[in-house]
Nanobody, 121 residues
Framework: QVRLVESGGGSVQAGGSLTLSCVATGTFFTIYRMGWYRQAPGKPREFVASIITGGFANYADSVKGRFTISRDRAKNTVYVQMNSLEPEDTAVYYC???????????????WGQGTQVTVSS
């Protein structure tokens, strides 16, 4: 089992920056992927960014060049640095992780409770 706890959300004016953090705790063999999704009011949850073992990162087109995802494997923590924020970035941001309980098990996806990011114009 993996528990994910996000932090760092808040309110900021357009053009500002925020950094979200997500710490994974629990019992697992490996976490092979961590990332972020977001959900704005009345809209479906959408992919934001992810990072896998080895450091390869992937981004949604809407955040490329503005958001940077990083991971501290020793701390089981993933970050997303969000710059040049726009009102359209307003959403609840969810941390996600793909983990395995042992070498031969399949992967399981876990989700955090979410943290609110509000960008005002």
């Amino acid at each position: 089992q993996v528990r994910l706890v996000e932090s760092g959300g808040g309110s900021v004016q357009a053009g500002g920056s925020l950094t979200l953090s997500c710490v994974a705790t629990g019992t697992f063999f490996t976490i092979y992927r961590m990332g972020w999704y977001r959900q704005a009011p009345g809209k479906p949850r959408e992919f934001v960014a992810s990072i896998i073992t080895g450091g390869f990162a992937n981004y949604a087109d809407s955040v490329k060049g503005r958001f940077t995802i990083s991971r501290d494997r020793a701390k089981n923590t993933v970050y997303v640095q969000m710059n040049s924020l726009e009102p359209e970035d307003t959403a609840v941001y969810y941390c996600t992780a793909g983990a395995k309980s042992d070498l031969n098990s399949g992967g399981t996806d876990y989700w955090g409770q979410g943290t609110q990011v509000t960008v005002s114009s």
